[in-house]
């Protein structure tokens, strides 16, 4: 079985553009989370989603993010018009149902130039 | 913020057992302890969880206090690559099992 899957590794992206950040849950899990860690920090929780649902988005910036889990389809992670302060690792980690263990991926590392 | 306390860093002998502590004084009773550690550059990785029975897997062992006011993770034989921050988390119940992450343990085994 395989584990929760991120891609890419690295992103590199200049000031101004756009990045998707893609996580491929493990199977058999419909709920997905997205945290994001600055360098020497804990992770920050972003979003919460089930399949075609934003569940709760209260950790996510109101500008320039957005995120959503189709229904086909790995959930993304958008970032627009990127900034220098969105340069991070961003951790997507999946469980098969609330309130349950949640399983990590490798991490999507955004270097904004 | 973090429901939990951790000490910031511990060092380990290379085949010893490591015994990190955790103090969640504010728990809940049907709140969970988990326990996740992140190796440098990695994602974090899932190590065990409990409620108020002792727990073992084939990664670790978790004990509780009778209060549920602490708890210990045990590595029985670490070995080098289990150097890593490891972290004690409560998720929080309210908000939709969000995951919220203190400063962690920082282990260092040493051979």
């Known amino acids: 079985n395989a584990g929760v899957m991120q891609n890419p590794r690295h992103l590199v992206r200049r000031r101004g553009q756009e990045a998707r950040l893609r996580c491929s849950p493990m199977k058999g899990h419909s709920h997905v989370y997205w945290y994001r860690q600055l360098p020497e920090e804990g992770l920050k929780f972003m979003v919460y989603?089930?399949?075609?649902?934003?569940?709760?988005e209260s950790g996510m910036p109101k500008e320039r993010f957005s995120a959503e889990f189709p229904k086909e389809g790995p959930s993304i992670l958008r970032i627009q018009q990127v900034v220098r302060g969105d340069s991070a690792a961003y951790f997507c980690?999946?469980?098969?149902?609330?309130?349950?263990?949640?399983?990590f991926g490798p991490g999507t590392r955004l270097l904004v130039l | 913020d973090a429901k939990t306390t951790q000490p910031p860093s511990m060092d380990c002998a290379e085949g010893r057992a490591a015994n990190l502590p955790c103090n969640h004084s504010?728990?809940?009773?049907?709140?969970?302890v988990y326990w996740y550690r992140q190796i440098h550059s990695q994602g974090p990785q899932y190590i065990i969880h409990?409620?108020?029975?002792?727990e073992t897997n084939e990664m670790a062992s978790l004990i509780i206090t009778e209060d549920r006011k602490s708890s210990t993770l045990i590595l029985p034989h670490a070995t080098l690559r289990d150097t890593a921050v490891y972290y004690c988390?409560?998720?929080?119940?309210?908000?939709?099992?969000?995951?919220?992450w203190g400063a962690g343990t920082k282990l260092i085994i040493k051979p």
């Open positions: 409990g409620l108020k029975n002792n």
């Open positions: 989603l089930q399949k075609e649902n934003i569940i709760d």
């Open positions: 980690a999946s469980s098969p149902g609330n309130q349950e263990t949640q399983y």
């Open positions: 988390i409560v998720p929080d119940m309210d908000s939709n099992y969000q995951l919220i």
């Open positions: 504010t728990i809940s009773g049907n709140e969970y």
